[in-house]
């Protein structure tokens, strides 16, 4: 048998580590305006994991929470405000920001919110209106 997959990642000063075991759920971009002032970027780069695929090994005391909606919890390191994940409870996933995980290869496979996008992207992947049908979304496509 071979082994599942390990990543180890952490906070932007390291206080605050952990390892994701196994293959992301997905992979891609948001565009909602949430996660665009939550990363202070155009787009955030996901990537989504099973609650149990994810290990906090160092740090845990510093992490502080907050919940803009019931349908994310935000999470970070007090010591350097570095973003660490987003739980997504109605989803049962956790979006674990792809650069916080350097030793992963980021393989997007859509866009999520492309509605409230900011920053077009062609790049040929799935522009979701809002989100997959399967994750409580209209499932609508967008164009280029």
């Known amino acids: ?48 994991w099973d609650p149990e695929a994810i290990n906090i090994t160092a740090g845990a005391d510093k992490i502080s929470s907050f919940n803009k909606t019931p349908g994310s919890t935000r999470k970070w390191c007090r010591e350097c405000g570095g973003h660490i994940l987003t739980e997504h409870p109605t989803m049962n996933l956790v979006d674990v920001f792809a650069a916080s995980i350097p030793s992963l290869k980021f393989e997007p496979g859509i866009h999520v919110h492309y509605q409230e996008s900011v920053l077009p992207i062609k790049d040929g992947l799935p522009k979701m209106k809002d989100m997959p049908s399967e994750a409580g979304g209209s499932g609508e496509t967008m164009p280029e």
Not at 10 to 30: D, L
Not at 33 to 44: L, T, Y
């Open 1 to 48: 048998m071979s082994a599942k997959p390990s990543f180890q990642g952490s906070c932007f000063c390291g206080a605050v580590q952990f390892t994701v075991t196994g293959t992301p759920n997905g992979m891609g971009y948001c565009h909602c305006e949430s996660c665009r002032k939550w990363s202070a970027g155009p787009v955030n780069a996901f990537t989504l």
